[in-house]
């Protein structure tokens, strides 16, 4: 469950993350048939878009989070969306219904957000209520303090200059074979599947 995603181009390209568990494995909140177009064929798409626009970008052999801070246009977008979703599919563990952080990171959820119940409503909420397209993060600023963000279509925090720990995809393809319009019960059914010990690990690195 803790494989670390290449984030350095090989021979100038990057590649596709393969997923450290088994498309079934988060079901029923997150379905083998989503898994299956959301990592094979959207996931396929962003990462074959990026390293068509590569080549002359004045970007290449950067690591992927350092094209998603410098580029423009259309990689930029791109990247954006191939960072996002492989920091997304790698945190994800089976499903557990009283599944909660511990240690350090729980108490910096406490300090920032009261408990970690009023951090999921916060989290949810913020998700629920972004307009169209985009991501809902924790985050750590540069003094360690945890923060939600909403960002809008492939926005990254580390744009923003904050370390992005966690994340939930409010783009439609990431739920709508399984919720249709239902994104609040798809974002509250996804705190079963998140695996502490990698946001743990992202917060402490
Ligand atoms: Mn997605």
């Given amino acids: 469950m803790k494989t670390l995603n290449k984030t350095i181009p090989v021979n100038g390209k990057f590649e596709l993350m393969k997923l450290p568990f088994a498309p079934t494995l988060l079901e029923p909140v997150i379905s083998a048939e989503t898994m ?119 926005t990254n925090p580390l744009q923003n200059g904050l370390r992005p720990l966690l994340t939930m995809d409010v783009w439609e393809h990431a739920y709508y074979l399984d919720y249709q319009n239902r994104r609040a019960d798809h974002l509250s059914a996804m705190w079963q599947i998140i695996d502490w010990d990698i946001i743990a690990s992202r917060y402490s690195s």
């Fill in 36 to 154: 299956k177009f959301h990592h094979g064929k959207h996931l396929q798409a962003y990462l074959d878009n990026v390293n068509a626009a590569l080549p002359g970008s004045g970007l290449e052999n950067l690591s992927l989070e350092e094209v998603v801070k410098k580029a423009t246009g259309g990689l930029r977008n791109n990247a954006g969306q191939l960072l996002n979703h492989n920091m997304y599919f790698a945190q994800f563990a089976p499903v557990q219904a009283d599944n909660v952080p511990t240690g350090v990171l729980l108490g910096a959820i406490e300090i920032a957000f009261g408990s970690f119940e009023n951090f999921k409503q916060e989290f949810t909420q913020a998700g629920v209520s972004l307009f169209g397209s985009g991501w809902v993060w924790l985050s750590a600023n540069a003094a360690g303090k945890l923060m939600i963000t909403q960002n809008t279509n492939a």
